[in-house]
């Protein structure tokens, strides 16, 4: 139980072009998604904490405008870059917390990542 | 806020061998600690957790260790197998808020 879905795990474009991410929550309400960026060989940075139906709350450095981040249901965040540059390639991650139905077990569960290219 | 450094940054073992990775934290406010294995190109994956108020907790292989007033915490993974290569990540966080990750290590499992 308790896993996320992220997609799509890889993904190429244009510079200047748009790229939209999914994270999705299968057997669990995610009240809560975080995002994250890791670049090669380096940890993970927290990017934004979204609560379901309301604005995300982004980190320090992080440019709202350029990561656009919606958690409009209880199973689903999405991460859309913007206007995207060679400099956004990165790991993307998400992860979400919740309560597990039936066990009622509060869990917090990464997605496999999603690698942007930009050129 | 929290801060959480993890050493070391590269650690390279015989097979069969034992692997110690170490982290600190800051904040003392802090009160769950867990450990995250991530493979090439995947998501982490949490192999093991511990709650501030046990000094250690055991699941086969694997085993953590918390001294809170030291404020540090460790990784025992005992009889390493190549499938053990990973770079694995401590994190620190206090009640429902953000993880703070460590800097990862990147474990090696020599045959």
């Known amino acids: 139980g308790a896993v996320v879905s992220q997609h799509p795990s890889w993904v190429i474009c244009k510079s200047g072009t748009s790229v939209k991410i999914e994270c999705r929550s299968l057997?669990?309400?995610?009240?809560?998604m975080f995002w994250y960026r890791q670049f090669p060989k380096q940890s993970l940075m927290l990017m934004a904490t979204?609560?379901?139906?309301?604005?995300?709350?982004?980190e320090q450095g992080v440019e709202k405008d350029k990561f656009l981040i919606n958690h409009a249901s209880l199973t689903l965040s999405t991460l859309t870059v913007t206007s995207a540059h060679p400099e956004d390639s990165s790991f993307y991650i998400c992860?979400?917390?919740?309560?597990?139905?039936?066990?009622?077990?509060?869990?917090?569960?990464f997605g496999a990542g999603s690698r942007l290219t930009v050129l | 806020g929290e801060n959480v450094e993890q050493h070391p940054s590269t650690l390279s073992v015989q097979e069969g061998d034992s692997a110690v990775i170490k982290c600190t934290y800051s904040d003392s406010a802090s009160n769950y600690f867990p450990w995250y294995k991530q493979e090439l190109g995947k998501g982490p994956q949490l192999i093991i957790d511990?709650?501030?108020?046990?000094g250690e907790k055991k699941d086969q292989r694997i085993a953590v260790t918390l001294n809170k007033t030291a404020k540090h915490f460790s990784l025992h993974i005992t009889e390493t197998q190549p499938e053990d290569s990973a770079v694995y990540f401590c994190?620190?966080?206090?009640?429902?808020?953000?993880?703070?990750f460590g800097q990862g290590t990147r474990l090696t499992i020599n045959p």
């Open positions: 992860s979400a917390r919740g309560l597990v139905q039936g066990t009622g077990a509060n869990v917090l569960t």
């Open positions: 511990i709650r501030s108020n046990v």
């Open positions: 057997d669990f309400q995610a009240t809560t």
């Open positions: 979204s609560n379901e139906g309301s604005k995300a709350t982004y």
């Open positions: 994190a620190a966080v206090q009640g429902a808020q953000k993880l703070v």
